[in-house]
């Protein structure tokens, strides 16, 4: 049996597509499909969240951290080369020295809370769930996904740094691109499932971008310690070793067909994005460190 909706859908003889009539019909259609996505994006960004962080400080509107990556996106990319185009570059260099310090010791603090609270709840590295509690370690485990969620807002500066001091050629795709969709992913996944087995991919992160700060520290301060250093390479390569190994680890519950108290597509989303991202930072060693002593830049 076709439902009444159905029929409508379906053009009449005496309505031409041209006519007055089919037009109102696909203008009404139009309608119902806006708003069938409205209240899903309703459903899923308001009645499902989790209500622990409704009033977390940049976690609502549910659209403003799309817009802060957009307005990001049009400065880099767009704006901000413009501006600076007849412009000398500006002196960041302290600014940036203790940027990066800060950096360092943010991401070193929630390392080690993240990973007491893997070991003091005993963590399954195969299938862990999320704490929707509010008992000491849910919330803990809130809170500190919520600070990664604002930590990946403050790498945001890394590029606009950049541009100021027209290094243009270092805001690659590979670059905005993983900041804004680091940043979206922690935004999302505070909002829905903050921890549980999602939790690994924000320790290994941690732990590689204090690496890094550090590094770009010491290139702010004692660039002579990192010019040519043949040892760079080697961030890059624990870059890699952490998206080969979140791949695996959102993985195996999906192979295995574990359930981990979240829909799959909570699993499959990472994983895919890990493979991308080991195949884009790949790329990047190739064109970078690849050949035979080859010069470090």
């Excluded at 597509?17 to 309608?31: D, K």
């Excluded at 829909?263 to 060693?285: A, R, S």
Aim: glycine share 8%; aromatic share 16%; hydrophobic share 45%.
């Amino acid at each position: 049996m076709w439902s009444r909706d159905t029929l409508a859908m379906i053009p009449r003889e005496e309505d031409p597509p041209g006519s007055q009539s089919g037009f109102v019909g696909q203008t009404v259609n139009m309608a119902l499909v806006l708003k069938s996505l409205y209240d899903g994006w309703n459903r899923n960004f308001h009645e499902n969240q989790d209500l622990r962080s409704a009033d977390y400080f940049l976690m609502n509107p549910p659209w403003f951290p799309f817009v802060l990556v957009a307005g990001y996106l049009y400065f880099v990319l767009d704006f901000g080369p413009k501006f600076m185009a007849n412009r000398n570059p500006f002196n960041l260099k302290k600014l940036i020295l203790v940027y990066n310090v800060v950096q360092v010791l943010i991401n070193l603090v929630m390392f080690v809370l993240a990973f007491r609270l893997l070991v003091k709840i005993r963590a399954s590295l195969t299938c862990q769930p999320v704490n929707y509690s509010t008992d000491p370690d849910g919330m803990m485990e809130l809170n500190l996904v919520y600070s990664y969620y604002l930590l990946k807002v403050s790498d945001l500066a890394d590029t606009v740094f950049f541009v100021l001091r027209k290094k243009q050629s270092h805001v690659s795709f590979l670059h905005v691109y993983h900041h804004s969709g680091v940043l979206l992913g922690a935004y999302v996944y505070v909002r829905f499932v903050p921890g549980g087995h999602g939790a690994m991919l924000g320790i290994w992160n941690t732990a590689i971008h204090a690496v890094m700060y550090l590094y770009f520290a010491l290139t702010i301060q004692w660039p002579e310690l990192t010019r040519g250093a043949h040892w760079k390479r080697y961030i890059t390569v624990l870059q890699m070793v952490q998206f080969g190994y979140l791949t695996v680890h959102f993985g195996v519950p999906i192979v295995l067909g574990y359930e981990c108290g979240i829909g799959k597509f909570w699993l499959w989303l990472p994983m895919i994005q890990n493979v991308f991202m080991l195949v884009l930072f790949g790329d990047f060693y190739r064109r970078t460190y690849g050949g035979t002593r080859r010069k470090v830049e």
